[in-house]
T-cell receptor, first 114, second 113 residues
Framework: GESVGLHLPTLSVQEGDNSIINCAYS??????FIWYKQESGKGPQFIID?????DKRQGQRVTVLLNKTVKHLSLQIAATQPGDSAVYFC?????????????FGTGTKLQVIP | DAGVIQSPRHEVTEMGQEVTLRCKPI?????LFWYRQTMMRGLELLIY????????DSGMPEDRFSAKMPNASFSTLKIQPSEPRDSAVYFC???????????FGNGTRLTVT
């Protein structure tokens, strides 16, 4: 079946450095993508989203890049802080035949070293 | 905005018992989702509703699982009878319209012994 996968299960970065979390998706028809952050004991929290007609979107300290040619999504976090330590998920949304399918990646754990 | 509210936060039960998980979506959100999260499978969609009507329940594991949404502000996920392999964190999420982010509750951690 189709799935969304992450290249790196764990990423360790020094506080203040930039972080890049990657995600590969398999369905070229997907038209909406979301990054979520999940802290221990909590539900996933929305960070940023991007539609398939865009290739870049910026938020506060975060940037999402979409490369449809290679079906790749990335989340860049500038000046990583200890509070950024969490598991990050990408999600791929596909609409087909009146149904919507949201598929989450397996997650990448980001560890920020003080 | 109180966010998506789930109860209970933790549930420990014995195999064979009935378990009911509850969810109150964000007011005004037309879509409600139930997800299950485990280390092995990650986040799996179980079922979602639009305007209280189940749209896709293909992710529901088996007949032991059932979900209802009697009104726009309440949904339940029931497991009867429960089994140890049902142990997981169950999340409810809601959203207002298509192509908008899901808002998740903090989940119910279910342990079946």
């Amino acid at each position: 079946g189709e799935s969304v996968g992450l290249h790196l299960p764990t990423l360790s970065v020094q506080e203040g450095d930039n972080s890049i979390i990657n995600c590969a998706y398999s369905n070229s028809a997907s038209d909406y993508f979301i990054w979520y952050k999940q802290e221990s004991g909590k539900g996933p929290q929305f960070i940023i989203d991007i539609r398939s007609n865009m290739d870049k979107r910026q938020g506060q300290r975060v940037t999402v890049l979409l490369n449809k040619t290679v079906k790749h999504l990335s989340l860049q976090i500038a000046a990583t802080q200890p509070g950024d330590s969490a598991v990050y998920f990408c999600a791929e949304i596909l609409y087909s035949g009146g149904y919507q399918k949201v598929t989450f990646g397996t997650g990448t754990k980001l560890q920020v070293i003080p | 905005d109180a966010g998506v509210i789930q109860s209970p936060r933790h549930e420990v039960t014995e195999m064979g018992q009935e378990v009911t998980l509850r969810c109150k979506p964000i007011s005004g959100h037309d879509y409600l989702f139930w997800y299950r999260q485990t280390m092995m499978r990650g986040l799996e969609l179980l079922i979602y509703f639009n305007n209280n009507v189940p749209i896709d329940d293909s992710g529901m594991p088996e007949d032991r699982f059932s979900a209802k949404m009697p009104n726009a502000s309440f949904s339940t996920l029931k497991i009867q009878p429960s089994e140890p392999r049902d142990s997981a964190v169950y999340f409810c999420a809601s959203r207002k319209i298509i192509n908008s982010p899901l808002h998740f509750g903090n989940g119910t951690r279910l342990t079946v012994t």
